[in-house]
């Protein structure tokens, strides 16, 4: 089961890129990455999702190297509103058999 | 469309007393299903998750239990509650055998404080 790490906090200014970078270190072939957002009160919620190399869609960027042993969440140009808990989550979504741990999360801050 | 209900969603309870959390998945079947328990301001932390009917996983030991009596349907239960159960309890839900684009979805969460 793939653990990871993750900065326990980080703080940012409004209308800066913020990069969370995540260690897996033994994850699995089958492994995928998944990076959520919390909110207080609130379920986490999906962001982005990747295997390898590079995934981009309209709210971030998922940066994955070769060996897939670290991968970094990048938001472009945060607000106010993305300050929240960013989890990366690393497991087996083909099979399904692995249970889904997420780590402690990185709690960022946005500044005005 | 998938959607994931959660109840009750605020509980205070007595320590001693049992609890029973209720969770129930429509518009997809055979889904994994998992408890989370979320302490303020901590992180989330797997209580347990299923596979199947009847089919349950333990992640930590404690004095909670679960049971899945039927395939869209997840229950967390506790014969006597402690103070160190109070926390956010989230339900969530996954589909097997899909690669790209599978996610895992939250309930809305249950506040449970015991007193």
């Known amino acids: 089961l793939a653990k990871t790490t993750q900065p326990i906090s980080m703080d940012s200014y409004e209308g800066q890129e913020v990069n969370i970078t995540c260690s897996h270190n033994?994850?699995?072939?089958?492994?995928?990455i998944t990076w959520y957002q919390q909110f207080p009160s609130q379920g986490p919620r999906f962001i982005i999702q990747?295997?390898?190399t590079k995934v981009t869609n309209e709210v971030a960027s998922l940066f994955i190297p070769a060996d897939r042993k670290s991968s970094t969440l990048s938001l472009p140009r945060v607000s106010l509103s993305d300050t929240a808990v960013y989890y990366c989550?690393?497991?087996?979504?083909?099979?399904?058999?692995?249970?889904?741990?997420f780590g402690k999360g990185t709690r960022l801050s946005v500044i005005a | 469309s998938q959607t994931i209900h959660q109840w009750p969603a605020t509980l205070v309870q007595p320590v001693g007393s049992p609890l029973s959390l209720e969770c129930t998945v429509e518009?997809?079947?055979?889904?994994?299903l998992y408890w989370y328990r979320q302490a303020a301001g901590r992180g989330l932390q797997l209580l347990f998750y299923?596979?199947?009917?009847?089919?349950i996983s333990s992640e930590v030991p404690q004095n909670l239990s679960a049971s899945r009596p039927q395939d869209r349907q997840f229950i967390l239960s506790s014969k006597k509650l402690l103070l160190s159960d109070s926390g956010f309890y989230l339900c969530?839900?996954?589909?097997?055998?899909?690669?790209?684009?599978?996610?895992?979805?939250f309930g809305e969460g249950s506040w449970l404080t015991v007193v």
């Open positions: 518009g997809t079947s055979n889904p994994n």
């Open positions: 033994n994850i699995a072939t089958n492994d995928y």
């Open positions: 299923s596979v199947g009917i009847g089919q």
């Open positions: 990747g295997y390898k």
């Open positions: 969530a839900w996954s589909v097997r055998g899909t690669a790209s684009g599978n996610t895992i979805y």
């Open positions: 989550l690393v497991g087996d979504l083909i099979s399904g058999n692995t249970p889904l741990v």
